[in-house]
């Protein structure tokens, strides 16, 4: 069974552009939650999504946000980049909310 | 919102010795459950734990969840080089509730 793939792995951009990053769950999850992982603040929950509806988000401002298709596969946009934005952002999926979740390898974004 | 302190941050131990390290919550967890992440890779699941005092074994790995439900730790046995990597606690409160992270303890083995 193939794992969480994310696309794209590397990521440049310039303050003030938008990003969307996305993910593909494993086969037969519905539940997709994102991350994001910086040195000083480890992993910060940005929100998950099952069977196409936000079912849970964390303390992040709007410009963060995320969708989820019919089958599963899951985007999200940063809105207006600023330098703190720079992060790995880790996708995880999950067959239900509350099952053990399986981390893709993550987008690594830099912000200049 | 919930918070979970991990400690210690970081280690440096020599190969064959056992580490042992803790998570420490303000509120009460449900579940508790330790990552590793390893360079360049997502976080990988190493055990799981879904009842208070619950003490469960993976390999050389042992981890407890606590009897107040507010506290983990994670034990490492004999460590040996591919040990290296981040470790995290998480925590979630149960139903619905999101999974809150660590910080992360990165371990090094010397050789």
């Known amino acids: 069974k193939a794992g969480v793939t994310q696309t794209p792995r590397y990521l440049i951009k310039t303050r003030g552009q938008q990003v969307t990053l996305s993910c593909s769950p494993i086969?037969?999850?519905?539940?997709v939650s994102w991350y994001q992982q910086t040195p000083g603040q480890g992993l910060q929950f940005l929100f998950e999504y099952f069977s196409e509806t936000q079912r849970n988000k964390g303390n992040f401002p709007g410009r963060f946000s995320g969708r989820q298709f019919s089958n599963s596969r899951s985007e999200m946009n940063v809105s207006t980049l600023e330098l703190g934005d720079s992060a790995l952002y880790l996708c995880?999926?999950?067959?239900?909310?509350?099952?053990?979740?399986?981390f893709g390898p993550g987008t690594r974004l830099t912000v200049t | 919102g919930q918070q979970l302190n991990q400690s210690p941050q970081s280690m440096f131990i020599q190969e064959g010795e056992d580490v042992s390290m803790n998570c420490t919550s303000s509120s009460i967890f449900n579940t508790w459950l330790w990552y590793k992440q390893d360079p360049g890779e997502g976080p990988v699941l190493l055990i799981a734990?879904?009842?208070?005092?619950e003490l469960t074994s993976n390999g050389r790995l042992t981890a407890q969840f606590g009897i107040t439900r507010k506290d983990s730790f994670l034990n490492i046995s004999a460590s040996i080089p591919s040990d290296v990597g981040i470790y995290f606690c998480?925590?979630?409160?149960?139903?619905?509730?999101?999974?809150?992270f660590g910080i992360g303890t990165k371990l090094q083995v010397i050789p």
């Open positions: 734990l879904y009842k208070a005092g």
């Open positions: 995880a999926s999950s067959y239900e909310t509350g099952s053990e979740q399986y």
């Open positions: 998480a925590g979630r409160s149960g139903g619905y509730q999101k999974v809150t």
């Open positions: 086969s037969g999850h519905r539940s």
